[in-house]
């Protein structure tokens, strides 16, 4: 069973399209992030969630929106596509939250973006 | 905020040791952690450091000195496998995330 998983894991699309990616995580986890990897391989956060609530948003474009139904689920939706935005999209999580002790992070495969 | 300092490439033979630092500029230290990623693959945890020391796990070995800012991860026994790029993140006092250094590429030659 993979702990945290991502869909689609490749997405090829044109500009100005609209796109979902989805994340669950079966481990029980708490706190479930977003990450953006960029050519130069920079991991950049984009967005973090504890228990379905919003509670990091790093100067993101407000075409990216996050939702998070349930904790296990954290889903990342982008309106009009640019071609800046092609990347690998990451999901993570995280057993602890704001007050956690060892923060060590569970990273889905990856979903990666081609915007023509 | 915070900011962190890596190489961005190191470049040994099968069998060496190699030791790949980090410092960091942070308020309210929390602790230290390493991640592996190999080509198209995911980050995946290594070590983790909140106290001054050394972390042993198998070949590799995480150390920290919270004073001098500064942390190392310590790969031994060098395989080809090792090649990958290596990302150290520090977490502060009550902020819940990590931030990630840019990465370091290791190339393992043999």
């Known amino acids: 069973d993979t702990a945290v998983s991502q869909t689609p894991k490749y997405l090829v699309t044109q500009m100005g399209n609209d796109k979902s990616i989805k994340c669950e995580q079966n481990?029980?986890?708490?706190?479930m992030y977003w990450y953006k990897q960029d050519s130069k391989k920079f991991l950049k956060i984009m967005f973090s969630?504890?228990?379905?609530?919003?509670?990091i948003n790093e100067t993101v474009p407000n075409r990216f929106s996050p939702k998070s139904p349930d904790k296990a689920h954290l889903n990342l939706h982008i309106n009009s596509l640019e071609l800046g935005d092609s990347a690998v999209y990451f999901c993570?999580?995280?057993?602890?939250?704001?007050?956690?002790?060892?923060?060590?992070?569970?990273f889905g495969a990856g979903t990666r973006l081609s915007v023509l | 905020g915070q900011s962190l300092e890596q190489p961005s490439e190191v470049t040994a033979v099968e069998g060496a040791i190699v030791q790949i630092n980090c410092t960091y500029q942070?308020?309210?230290?929390?602790?230290l952690s390493w991640y592996q990623q190999h080509d198209g693959g995911a980050p995946t945890f290594l070590s983790y450091?909140?106290?001054?020391g050394l972390e042993e796990t198998g070949r590799f070995s995480s150390f920290l000195s919270r004073s001098d800012s500064y942390g190392y991860l310590l790969l031994q026994e060098l395989q080809m496998k090792d090649s990958a790029s290596y990302f150290c993140?520090?977490?502060?006092?009550?902020?819940?995330?990590?931030?990630f250094g840019d990465g370091t590429t290791l190339t393992v030659k043999p």
């Open positions: 993570a999580s995280s057993p602890d939250g704001l007050a956690g002790v060892r923060h060590i992070q569970y």
């Open positions: 481990l029980g986890h708490d706190t």
């Open positions: 969630y504890n228990n379905k609530e919003l509670i």
């Open positions: 942070t308020s309210g230290f929390y602790g």
């Open positions: 450091n909140g106290l001054d």
């Open positions: 993140a520090v977490k502060a006092t009550n902020a819940g995330k990590s931030t």
